[in-house]
Nanobody, 117 residues
Framework: QVQLVESGGGLVQAGGSLRLSCAASGSRFGFTTMGWYRQAPGEQREMVAI???????NYSNSVKGRFSISRDNAKNTVYLQMNALKPEDTAVYYCNVVTIFPTVAYWGQGTQVTVST
């Protein structure tokens, strides 16, 4: 059974930084893509950043240059370093991982990020 443990959310002033972590376990063959999505109140869930097992990354245009995603394959952990935070970054952030075999996507429970003015 795949389990995801997220941490690192909280309240920060605009211009500040936060680092999210998501530790995954329970997959015999490991994970392909790992990433972060977010959902603001009244909005659809959107992709923030994803990283492939080989290190390739993809970012939402709204966070390029401010956020950085990384992963530690030995620990099955994905990180999201968020700098220069803006009030519009306020949302619940969800970790998402895809197992290598079978190919199944799993979601974390979500962590709240609130950016104040």
């Amino acid at each position: 059974q795949v389990q995801l443990v997220e941490s690192g959310g909280g309240l920060v002033q605009a211009g500040g930084s936060l680092r999210l972590s998501c530790a995954a376990s329970g997959s015999r063959f490991g994970f392909t893509t790992m990433g972060w999505y977010r959902q603001a109140p009244g909005e659809q869930r959107e992709m923030v950043a994803i990283i492939a097992s080989g290190g390739g990354t993809n970012y939402s245009n709204s966070v390029k240059g401010r956020f950085s995603i990384s992963r530690d394959n030995a620990k099955n952990t994905v990180y999201l370093q968020m700098n220069a935070l803006k009030p519009e970054d306020t949302a619940v952030y969800y970790c998402n991982v895809v197992t290598i075999f079978p190919t199944v996507a799993y979601w974390g429970q979500g962590t709240q990020v609130t950016v104040s003015t």
